[in-house]
């Protein structure tokens, strides 16, 4: 189920980890299948997490529910 909502995001690098219904909405938890990020403060690959930041984005809706993207920023 969780490889039908990556296809329809159609997010390059992203895929869907898990999903929440609640009510009229759908909460679904994405991650960047990519191991490195860049470093805002030096510009540098790094492999390291240093911090998880979650961020709540509203999507276009689906039918009648609202869709969010649960994202993890590094």
Known sequence: MKKQYTEILNLPGVI??????????????????SKTAI??????SSHRLHQNHWHLIKDLPWGEKEVFLKINRR
């Open 16 to 33: 869907v980890k898990s999903k929440k219904e609640i009510e009229q909405s759908l909460i679904l938890e994405v991650e960047c299948q």
């Open 39 to 44: 470093c805002p403060h030096c510009q540098r």
